[in-house]
């Protein structure tokens, strides 16, 4: 059983619109996330982490959200541009060790 | 360029061979680790180490091993190929241990 969902297999939204992208936990002892980006070919690379002691992280475009109760992250991306087209991997640790890693969602921005 | 180096990009291997997949970083980072990605289940922790000396198994380690006799490499070792190990396998490295910097990846075919 995965311990992190990300139900949104794709998403496609419009150059300049807001893009949300959904990550789900279900180890409550998980205290520290990350979203990765990865274009085709190319190893994943690190976009914006988040401690369990916030509940919003922002850096630039991307804003993260952490709801503990619902278990629940997501990343938000605006304006969307379409070089942010790529998968989009959450990840989950305790004390920032070991992540599991969602499936991903891959995100297409269309011109 | 500083960075995590991986070799080879591409393998395929006969079912049964042996095969070391290479990895090396030049940041001094202290950790380091092994991940395949698989279709629709993210990016699977195999092996990591905390340093030279030091490895530990991930969520899926059968049938691989890993050795740190330096704080540059870390190389992974299938010891008999099997067609499940078809995937592609990304090294990644980090100073802390939270924020992971990853290799470009090698595509492997087990035939």
């Known amino acids: 059983d995965q311990q992190v969902k990300q139900n949104s297999p794709s998403l496609s939204v419009q150059e300049g619109r807001i893009s949300i992208l959904n990550c789900d936990y279900t180890?409550?002892?998980?205290?520290?996330f990350l979203w990765y980006k990865k274009y085709p070919a190319e190893g994943p690379t690190f976009l914006i982490s988040?401690?369990?002691?916030?509940d919003k992280n922002e850096d630039g475009r991307f804003t993260v959200f952490l709801n503990k109760s619902a278990k629940h992250l997501s990343l938000h991306i605006v304006p969307s541009q379409p070089g942010d087209s790529a998968v989009y991997f959450c990840a989950a640790s305790r004390y920032g060790q070991n992540f599991v890693f969602g499936p991903g969602t891959r995100l297409s921005v269309l011109p | 360029n500083a960075g995590v180096t991986q070799t080879p990009k591409f393998q395929v291997l006969k079912t049964g061979q042996s095969m070391t997949l290479q990895c090396a970083q030049d940041m001094n980072h202290e950790y380091m680790s092994w991940y395949r990605q698989d279709p629709g289940m993210g990016l699977r922790l195999i092996h990591y180490s905390v340093g030279a000396g030091i490895t530990d198994q991930g969520e899926v380690p059968n049938g691989y091993n890993v050795s740190r006799s330096t704080t540059e490499d870390f190389p992974l070792r299938l010891l008999s190929a099997a067609p499940s190990q078809t995937s592609v396998y990304f090294c990644a490295s980090s100073e802390t241990g939270t924020r992971w910097l990853f290799g470009s990846g090698t595509q492997l075919s087990v035939l």
């Open positions: 988040i401690s369990s002691i916030k």
């Open positions: 180890n409550s002892m998980f205290d520290y």
